[in-house]
């Protein structure tokens, strides 16, 4: 995955918080994925503006404690194309 | 009958059934078969007030449908209601009725995502299975402006014998419309389909050749790096294990019917249970403390073979409507099971369906006359 690449959520596709199930999900037509801790945080940052590379300096400061993040992020990321939940511009 | 607190989900899944009334008369119909006797109506508060009974519970996911949903004059605004709320919103809808201003107000309204439906892949016998002359055109027309307009493209057929060996052309007709998803949906057998079964159900000759024409053309996309996403939905009476139906009883899903209602599925109108009414009772009490929605929660209520059955869990013993259906009595395991003592009434539909010879015009179509005879008595 190319770092310079900038992540966006594919049309139709909506991120959110839902406090009942106390997780983010992913909703999309006529389908809902709820997403652990890491997998939120991460999407929670996909904004269509920043590059990979931001986001993950966004995380590592967020996360001080968990280390290099890149790792994590990108095989996220590279899951989420897979899905067909975001695409890369 | 009150289950357990704590063991209960919540409903992450509403579906609005906003009327009965459509232009349309699909043999297939999932509505009741004494729709036309039902003709009352929540208001557009009462909805709205489900709405947030609903969200305030944890739905996420919300299905305007019906009938057609678009003869509601409310609806942009039961659609305004439901985004403000955060509801993922879901319009299904058979394209008549829409216009692109409407496509329009709705996405301005905040409308998610349209699902628009056809009966085939050309115009003789999209028109002839809806009942309906000008219904194709229309619907070609529709799926174009609700592309246009920057929503997700969801298009469903309802496979049946009729249309089963048009896979490849259907398909090919949704990738011109640039479709992102297609929902090849075989008839499930209840309402109105259930009375047409015979003339509806394909072979398994037929199954077997739809699948792979599905299968070649999923192919091919990927070869083509084509991104549109081919969902098949096979026949249950072709199984030998029952579906796990709606994830189980009273687990994730709730209907409210356009009177009000409240139903753990769509098509659970037909069993001989009570359900409860939004009118006279909240939605949480209905989901939680209904005598209705606990009716088949856990398994308990199990008879045998399904009760020492070691894949219980998996499939809750099938679909209950089904049960209902084929057996008389809904606490059977569904049919479909090879285990059921009565899994010989699917074998016997599945001969029927190798020698069965009804045309179109062989089909009781769903409409309000043929509705009130099916019930007069």
Not at chain 2, 19 to 47: G, I, K, M, V
Request: aromatic share 8%; proline share 6%.
């Amino acid at each position: 995955m190319t770092l310079e690449k900038t992540p966006k959520l594919r049309r139709g596709f909506r991120f959110q918080w839902e406090p009942v199930q106390q997780s983010h999900v992913l909703l999309y037509p006529e389908g809902m994925v709820k997403l652990n801790g890491s997998a939120g945080a991460i999407l929670a940052e996909v904004d269509g503006v920043r590059p990979v590379h931001e986001i993950i300096r966004t995380l590592e400061q967020q996360f001080p404690d968990a280390g290099p993040l890149a790792a994590d992020v990108e095989a996220f990321l590279a899951e989420a194309v897979q899905h067909q939940w975001i695409e890369l511009s | 009958m009150t289950a357990p607190a704590g063991q209960v989900g919540p409903p992450l899944w509403l579906l609005a059934e906003l009327t009965y009334r459509c232009p349309l008369q699909c043999p297939y119909c999932s509505n009741p078969l004494d729709y036309a006797s039902q003709e009352h109506e929540l208001n557009t508060e009462q909805w709205l007030d489900v709405l947030r009974q609903g969200r305030a519970m944890g739905a996420a996911q919300l299905g305007f449908s019906g009938g057609e949903p678009l003869v509601r004059q409310d609806l942009p605004e039961l659609i305004a209601g439901a985004r403000e709320l955060g509801y993922y919103t879901n319009l299904i809808t058979s394209g008549l009725g829409l216009t692109e201003g409407k496509v329009q107000a709705f996405a301005e309204a905040g409308l998610d995502h349209i699902q628009v439906s056809f009966q085939a892949s050309d115009p003789e016998l999209n028109n002839a299975v809806a009942g309906s002359r000008k219904a194709f055109e229309q619907k070609l027309a529709m799926a174009r402006a609700v592309k246009a307009a920057g929503y997700p493209m969801v298009l469903n057929f309802v496979i049946h014998r009729h249309n089963i060996h048009q896979m490849n052309d259907i398909l090919a007709l949704c990738e011109n419309l640039d479709a992102d998803y297609v929902e090849l949906a075989t008839c499930q057998y209840y309402g109105w389909a259930f009375k047409n079964r015979e003339g509806l159900m394909p072979s398994k000759a037929q199954l077997v050749q739809a699948e792979q024409e599905v299968n070649g053309y999923r192919d091919d996309l990927r070869n083509r790096g084509r991104p549109m996403k081919v969902i098949f939905v096979t026949p249950d009476y072709y199984e030998e294990r029952p579906k796990a139906c709606m994830n189980g009883w009273g687990n994730l899903f709730l209907t409210v019917a356009p009177d009000g209602t409240a139903l753990p599925c769509h098509s659970a109108r037909l069993l001989p249970i009570d359900f409860p009414n939004v009118q006279s009772q909240s939605l949480n009490d209905i989901w939680y403390h209904s005598p209705g929605f606990n009716h088949y929660r856990g398994d308990s209520w199990m008879p045998e073979p399904c009760r020492s059955c070691d894949e219980k869990d998996k499939d809750f013993g099938g679909c209950r409507c089904q049960a209902y259906l084929l057996t008389g009595n809904a606490d059977n395991a569904d049919p479909v099971c090879s285990k059921s003592p009565h899994h010989d009434r699917i074998l016997a539909a599945r001969t029927a369906a190798d020698h069965a010879t009804a045309g179109l015009d062989d089909l009781i179509y769903r409409n309000a006359r043929n509705s009130k005879l099916l019930y007069r008595g």
